[in-house]
């Protein structure tokens, strides 16, 4: 398919889609490429260069939540026959079709079909867990399709809250963060360490470690966004 080198690719212009049709949308979301949600509607796409088998097993795995399950592939040169039998499959196990033209000057988004309605049984635990994760994430700082990069999952950006906090505090104790209303979980946080970012400097007290500045750095944008909560939050103590 010409114009999409990687599955990446297709994200923005398909997030700006979606955000432009009133969709709140993340990406990298328990292993789904792009969850979009407005209202109470719920949409999960994967994303592929091509429709292929690895595509249908994913599709298919999506729908045992209470979503409406898309495929989104760049358009095809030819809708041959090949193509044809191809939107037959998709139509017939009830996933909706979406098409990347990448090779106009501005990459355009279509809604080939949408997913057929059914009565197939649905899981209300992956959909649980896939809006929790969702609510967890303040801002969507991964690429839809991306690979061999860190995601920001919603334990990642409450682990860079706690560490935004100890930017600000120096050394401090998991109520004082809390205080600071970073996160409830903060003690939980720091005695796990998951990614290395804290030490712990005395009964209780934690300061951060050079790869926890590092990650305040890396993903700075949100590292700023927890900054202007903290202002907020000692200004009005």
Known sequence: MAGAKREADLYPPLKKWLERDGYEVRS?????DVVARRGDELVV???KRAINIDLLLQVVKRQQMRAAVYAAVPSPKTRDKRWRGLERLLKRLEVGLILVYMDAPTPLVEVAFHPM???RRTQAAPTGRLLREMDGRSLDCNMGGSVGRPLM???RES???VAAGLERLGVAAPR???ALGISKKAGEILR????GWFERLGVAKYGLTKDGHKALEQFGELAEMWREKL???QQSA
């Open 159 to 161: 682990a860079l809250a």
């Open 176 to 178: 004082e963060l809390t």
């Open 231 to 233: 202002d907020k939050a």
């Open 153 to 155: 999952t919603a334990y």
């Open 28 to 32: 990298e979301v328990n292993d789904c």
């Open 117 to 119: 309605k059914s009565a």
């Open 45 to 47: 796409i994967e994303l």
């Open 192 to 195: 796990a360490n998951h990614y």
